[in-house]
């Protein structure tokens, strides 16, 4: 008995030949975006190694003045900090109009929001009118780290988006060279060029009310209180919130 192969349609034909061209384009499109991804990881490792050398340089510098000042019975006075981590610790209650505008300005529109601040004439004047409302200092490099790797937030298309992944900073902020987690720290830490569009992408921060609650936030923090500036003391506050 004799079997006859039926011939293959030119249909069936013409669609394994399409699927395979696709799987192929896929192939290489995945193979250029694997060999893309370990150049970048590379370069980011890269950067974050020169950051850490940079900050153990200014570190040691720091040191090392201290120490000679020490010697030659002088005083060390640390340089003035560029950057302040402000928080809100007071409600809507009895706010004044122009108090209201400054901490809108500032983006503090919530109890225990959180944002870092440039310090200037203007600021720190703006500072000075909201104290009632708000507590603030220098952070620390590992108060900066903390926060942005924990609570860190920012702004795609309006929306408040978690910082999953270095090609959500490198989409927005590519064109500053700011590409991962460790440039927006440093931009933020050292107060870059590029401050303003890096602390603009961050979505301000919600803290948590403070372990063991505020003391009292009516009175300045010089007189036992909350309110006002607490210079080195912040981290120790956004320890507790953060």
Known sequence: MLFFSQPIPESLLKKRKTLA????????????????????????FKRAEKYVREYRATERSVIRMRR???NSANVYVPAEPKVAFVIRVR???????K???????????????????KLNKATL????LVEPFVTYGAPTLKTVRELIYKRGHGKVDKQRVP???NAIIAKALGRFNIV????????IYTCGPHFKEANNFLWPFKLSSP???????????????DAGNREEHINSLVKKMN
Do not use: W, Y
């Not at 004047?125 to 000075?128: A, C, G, K, Q, S």
């Open 21 to 44: 061209e696709v799987e192929a384009k896929r192939a290489e499109r995945k193979a250029a975006a694997k060999k893309k991804s370990k150049a970048a990881r590379k370069d980011i």
């Open 68 to 70: 000679q000042a020490k």
């Open 91 to 97: 409600g809507i209650n009895r706010v004044a109009p």
């Open 99 to 117: 108090t209201k505008k400054i901490l809108q300005l500032l983006r503090l529109r919530q109890l225990n929001n959180g944002v870092f601040v």
């Open 125 to 128: 004047n703006m500072l000075r």
């Open 163 to 165: 910082l999953h992944s």
């Open 180 to 187: 991962c987690v460790e440039d927006l720290i440093h931009e």
């Open 211 to 225: 372990l063991g609650g505020f003391k009292n936030k009516g009175i300045h923090f010089t007189e036992g209180g």
